[in-house]
């Protein structure tokens, strides 16, 4: 990155040119993913990557998520799990995932708990 020459100075604000701001920016978001990369790979080195890829969702059912679906309805099928299925697995009544899944209750932390122990994954992933 070229050296960045502001504008304007005062004691509040620095005015950048367009092509300056973008270039922060964009230093900004490729020192952001160097840092997640790093990070994949030294959890893959830890762990081996069939575990770290245990944990991930494909990208269809990120979409699935970031368009507005319920994330235990997702993980939950993501691991060929029925309601029921998960219902025996996590000794949480069908009828409660259901309401869970349609967004009729939240759930509770001891409740997302053990369903995201059922489903192998972190309790915050199921929070909408």
Do not use: N, Q
């Amino acid at each position: 990155m070229s050296r960045i020459k502001p504008l304007k100075v005062t004691s509040k604000v620095v005015t950048l040119s367009r092509a300056d701001f973008d270039a922060l920016v964009e230093a900004a978001e490729d020192r952001t993913d160097r840092i997640a990369f790093a990070a994949f790979d030294a959890d893959v080195a830890r762990r081996g990557l069939d575990a770290v890829l245990d944990e991930a969702l494909p990208i269809d059912a990120v979409e699935r998520i970031a368009d507005g679906e319920s994330p235990l309805r997702v993980w939950r099928e993501h691991r060929g799990l029925t309601a029921s299925a998960l219902a025996a697995a996590s000794g949480v009544a069908v009828s409660y995932i259901s309401e869970i899944e349609t967004g009729k209750k939240p759930g509770s932390a001891a409740t997302l708990a053990k369903l995201a122990k059922a489903l192998r994954t972190s309790v915050d992933v199921l929070i909408a």
